[in-house]
């Protein structure tokens, strides 16, 4: 089936600092959606792409259809950055399509 | 702006009973509903995906008979954990989405069986 490969799976930054987060697809994925999940254990959106790049403050992500993958990029990391990350694409867009998500990278800012 | 509610957040269930969690979608319709279950140290794993007007779609692992799934109409659905075991504890999560749309997602379910 479908696999999102996502790396790394831990990642500790400096506050100030930047690093970029990975998903990788087996397969041609149509979209990705970026998430982060808080402490509350909600996911919370943070990027929806059908192609190329968005950008939103600080994060950056880009979806590279064709060559089975997409980015996050984190600048300036910040103390309540700090979370889970997950990466989920879809094959299709219609009313059936389903979403695979990666096994998320759990980020810690540090002082 | 699209919202997806989930109830309840958290729940606790003797082992062998049975727990409902329910999802309700503001501000769209929602045309397809996944219910997904993120169990202790892994990834979000997809039960079954529901569209209206299409028979539910579920996942190998999962059954109807154990995740019996509602969805009467565009904005809610609900699902049953029939005869939770250990192996049920995590976090149940409801997805919604109109066609050609991304996917908005509840708080989750915690569902933790004792």
């Known amino acids: 089936g479908d696999q999102v490969e996502q790396s790394p799976s831990a990642l500790s930054l400096h506050e100030g600092t930047g690093s970029a987060l990975r998903c990788n697809f087996t397969?041609?994925?149509?979209?990705v959606q970026w998430f982060r999940k808080n402490s509350r254990g909600s996911l919370i959106n943070l990027f929806y792409?059908?192609?190329g790049t968005k950008e939103n403050g600080r994060l950056k992500s880009a979806f590279d259809s064709k060559e089975r993958y997409s980015t996050l990029h984190i600048r300036d990391a910040q103390l309540e950055d700090s979370g889970t990350y997950f990466c989920?694409?879809?094959?299709?867009?219609?009313?059936?399509?389903?979403?695979?998500f990666g096994g998320g990278t759990r980020l810690t800012v540090r002082p | 702006g699209a919202l997806v509610y989930q109830y309840p957040r958290r729940t606790i269930c003797k082992s062998g009973t049975s727990m409902r969690m329910e999802c309700q979608a503001v501000?769209?319709?929602?045309?397809?509903v996944a219910w997904y279950r993120q169990s202790p140290q892994k990834t979000f794993e997809l039960i079954a995906l529901?569209?209206?007007?299409?028979?539910?779609?579920?996942e190998q692992n999962f059954t109807q008979e154990k995740f019996p799934i509602s969805h009467p109409n565009l904005s809610f659905s609900s699902m049953t954990v029939l005869n939770a075991y250990l192996e049920d504890r995590g976090l149940y999560l409801c997805?919604?989405?109109?066609?050609?749309?991304?996917?908005?997602f509840g708080s989750g379910t915690r569902l933790l069986v004792i």
């Open positions: 501000g769209f319709q929602a045309t397809s």
């Open positions: 397969t041609t994925m149509r979209a």
């Open positions: 792409l059908a192609s």
């Open positions: 997805g919604a989405r109109t066609e050609n749309s991304d996917y908005t």
């Open positions: 989920a694409a879809r094959r299709d867009n219609n009313a059936g399509a389903k979403l695979t």
């Open positions: 529901s569209t209206v007007n299409s028979a539910i779609k579920y």
